[in-house]
């Protein structure tokens, strides 16, 4: 298996779900929203995480069809192989904040998805990353 890996190059195209609805640890609806005027501060939040593997992306969205899927910038269906939960902890207050990171297979086009979501859809955002989340 491939261990935990932080993500070495900038990215410029990250995606976020939204109004997740989460029923015993799998998500089962989400809205997507691409988020690439924060890009920096989404570099800035995974840069300073601690990133583990976790369960097979199936098992966290089983219902992920054609109908539900999300596509890359080119429209193409994106492929989820790795998944990693990430865990920023505040130095001063030891506050932590847990969330995925989905990262695609390579699209046709050359890109890979990159995408974050909440675990649990009543989590509480730190006030410093609700800009990414909210």
């Known amino acids: 298996p491939i261990g935990p890996k932080k993500i070495t190059e900038e990215v410029d195209n990250f995606l976020i779900l939204k109004n997740i609805k989460v029923l015993n640890g799998e998500i089962e609806k989400f809205e997507v929203e691409l988020k690439e005027d924060l890009k920096d501060d989404i570099n800035t939040l995974l840069n300073s995480c601690k990133f583990e593997k976790t369960k097979d992306f ?33 130095t001063e207050s030891e506050e932590k ?3 995925y990171l989905f990262e695609s297979e390579k699209c046709k086009c050359g890109e890979k998805v990159f995408v974050l979501s909440l675990m649990e859809e009543d989590v509480k955002i730190p006030d410093k990353w609700k800009n990414i989340f909210s």
Do not use: D
């Open 58 to 90: 199936s098992l966290i969205m089983p219902n992920y069809t054609p109908e539900t899927a999300i596509h890359c910038i080119c429209g193409e269906i994106a492929e989820f192989s790795i998944v990693q939960k990430c865990s920023w902890i505040e």
């Open 97 to 99: 904040f847990e969330f």
